[in-house]
């Protein structure tokens, strides 16, 4: 079964630095993809980032780039310069590609202070 | 930027009474989905509809619930005798091409059973 796992359900960062968000998962697949999603207070949920399993080379959007080590089953999420707009529910998720749902972590809340 | 717009925003309905979730996904996309989030919980699969028929369901999706595209623009979620657990936040999603290339999600409908 597809797990994954969220460890920090809170986080906080001052603005303009960066900080690490983790997230690792668990599959028995070879072929799968990876996101991380973004719920801001009272928001809809936006998608941040998505990885392919087979593809090794790190996923970079702007401020925010993911650590993706296969082997380890980890994709952590790094933004970097954070700002007062990045606070938000953090959401890891992954799925595969015989399958439509995509099976998501418990969150992480970013606070983000200036 | 396109939306995925769900109405109500919060419906509250008294338990054994049927409720129906709106959702308008974006017009181009042919992919639609329902998830939940119960309180404190993960996001959940519910269903995933293309081309007109439900594509995949998950356990929690039973007959109490149905998914209809009446009109070729809405996307609806029924659920026909609501229990105090139905109480959660829905999310309804479309995608262009398909879950592996990423959702737009809507703010979501709080339902609350009472």
């Known amino acids: 079964a597809q797990t994954v796992t969220q460890s920090q359900p809170e986080m906080s960062v001052q603005e303009a630095e960066t900080v690490t968000l983790s997230c690792t998962y668990d599959t028995s697949e070879s072929n799968y993809y990876l996101f991380w999603y973004k719920q801001p207070p009272s928001r809809q949920m936006i998608l941040v980032i998505r990885q392919e399993a087979y593809k090794q080379q790190n996923a970079t959007e702007n401020r925010f780039s993911v650590n993706f080590q296969k082997a380890a089953k980890s994709f952590s999420l790094k933004i970097s310069d954070s700002q007062l707009g990045d606070t938000a529910m953090y959401f890891c998720a992954s799925g595969l590609y015989n399958t439509d749902k995509l099976i998501f972590g418990t969150g992480t809340r970013l606070q983000v202070f200036p | 930027e396109p939306e995925v717009t769900q109405t109500p925003s919060h419906q509250v309905t008294q338990m054994g009474q049927e409720v129906i979730l709106r959702c308008v996904p974006i017009s181009n996309h042919l992919y639609f989905y329902w998830y939940r989030q119960i309180l404190g919980q993960k996001v959940e699969f519910l269903v995933s509809?293309?081309?007109?028929?439900?594509?995949?369901k998950s356990e929690i999706f039973d007959d109490q619930f149905s998914v209809e595209r009446p009109d070729g623009s809405n996307f609806t979620l029924k659920i026909r005798s609501t229990k105090l657990e139905d109480s959660a936040m829905y999310f309804c999603a479309s995608s262009e091409q398909g879950q592996s290339y990423g959702y737009t999600f809507g703010s979501g409908t709080r339902l609350t059973v009472v």
């Open positions: 509809f293309y081309n007109n028929e439900i594509s995949e």
